[in-house]
């Protein structure tokens, strides 16, 4: 099946085409092309994410990125051999997701006169990311640890932007969510700590590295919910209690003013304690529930995706723990954690195999 996937849903305008096969026993992906084009330089000077400028980046890139797709020379795809065009139609900012899924619907309508059996297909943006895992480095192969007989039952764990999701997957396609963030998702949380400390947005990449340079046993923050038996999360409170520690020990000494602060961020190890301690915080949170859930429901597998998850630390923990519950563990590769269009790709040919057809219209509370 030859897929063209288009993702708008935040502040990524994505534009992938690919070749999927090996039906639902062993899916693989054969990656053609893969664009993303980021607007996080746009977005950083505000602080974070501005919809009406995601829409705005959205329409201006989307049209270039396409072209580009198809231009490259000895590419020999032909169009007209497209199976199915998607796009992401939630969760996420509406005006961004319209402007994907607009672009969608005006491909769709071109082509479709060429080629007759051309299918357009919405994509919920979650279970791309839940997908993810069954990506490669090297495309064309199936993820070869991924053996579907041994791979479930399995704990899937989706830490982004905008959720946190603990699910229970009782195969690819059929799950049951366990717990979510009752609060801020966890990459929220990792933006708004960062945005504490001065760092530039998306703070999770920042504080990651700040916090390489500190000691995440010098603070110790609160691990919210921790101890609770349910499989929700909360993020907020954490949040605040680096709020008030920095506002407890760094106001007195006009830390605070902006200008000192910046400039003298990276010698600061006040502020890389802060940053590895609130890491670590978040960590344990994550990693303590997805293992507890893994035990309780004898987990053969344990999948991390979302954005969060290109977080090295949570990667290698929780790597380490689900290899001593004997279980897989598995993650995408780098570059596919972040929000792209081939895990878009990826969620297109699983729905359609499974003949599950979603509706191209904005949602932008979709949920799994
Ligand atoms: O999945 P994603 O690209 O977009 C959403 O669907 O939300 O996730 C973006 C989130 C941001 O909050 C960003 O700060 C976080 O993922 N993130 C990280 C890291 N890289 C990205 N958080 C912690 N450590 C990282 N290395
Ligand atoms: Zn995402």
């Known amino acids: 099946m030859k897929i063209l996937a288009i993702e708008t849903s935040c502040d990524e305008t994505a534009i992938a085409l690919l070749e999927a096969s090996g039906g639902l026993r062993a899916p693989k992906f054969n990656i053609l092309k893969n664009i993303i084009s980021s607007q996080v330089k746009i977005h950083r000077l505000w602080g974070g994410v501005v919809p009406n400028l995601a829409k705005r980046e959205h329409s201006k890139n989307l049209p270039i990125i396409y072209q580009k797709i198809f231009e490259i020379s000895n590419f020999k795809f032909q169009i007209s051999n497209l199976d199915t065009i998607c796009a992401t139609v939630g969760p996420g900012l509406e005006p961004a997701l319209w402007t994907g899924i607009e672009f969608a619907k005006q491909i769709y309508k071109d082509l479709k006169p060429q ?36 791979s479930f039952p399995a704990i899937a764990l989706i830490v982004s932007g905008g959720h946190t999701i603990l699910l229970k997957m009782d195969s690819l396609t059929k799950w049951k969510k366990l717990g979510e963030t009752r609060d801020d998702a966890v990459g929220e949380a990792f933006d708004k700590v960062a945005k504490m400390l001065g760092l530039q947005y998306p703070g999770g990449p920042e504080i990651e ?31 605040t209690s ?19 602060r910046i400039g003298k961020f990276e010698t600061n190890s006040l502020f890389a304690d802060i940053a590895a301690s609130f890491q670590q915080a ?38 380490a723990k689900s290899y001593q519950l004997k279980a897989n563990f598995f993650a995408p590769p780098m570059q596919f954690n972040t929000d792209n ?21 904005a949602q932008a509370n979709l949920n799994l």
């Not at 269009?341 to 219209?361: D, E, F, G, H, T």
């Open 115 to 150: 080629n007759p059996n051309l299918k357009l297909v919405g994509v919920n943006h979650l279970e791309g990311h839940i997908y993810s895992f069954l990506l490669t480095q090297k495309t064309g192969i199936s993820n070869y640890k991924f053996l579907i007989s041994k």
């Open 209 to 239: 590295k700040l916090a390489k340079k500190g000691n995440q046993n010098a603070i110790n923050f609160p691990r919210p919910m921790i101890n609770q038996k349910n499989y929700d999360f909360s993020f907020s409170g954490l949040k």
């Open 282 to 319: 978040a960590i344990d949170v994550l990693i303590s529930k997805t293992i507890r859930a893994a035990k309780e429901f004898k987990a053969k597998s344990i999948m991390l995706s979302g954005g969060v998850a290109a977080n090295k630390q949570l990667r290698k923990m929780l790597k």
């Open 242 to 260: 680096v709020l008030y520690y920095i506002r407890d020990n760094l106001s007195t000494n006009n830390e605070f003013n902006t200008n000192i």
């Open 341 to 361: 269009a081939v895990m878009i790709a990826a969620a297109a040919y699983i729905n359609c195999l499974r003949k599950k057809n979603r509706k191209i219209s």
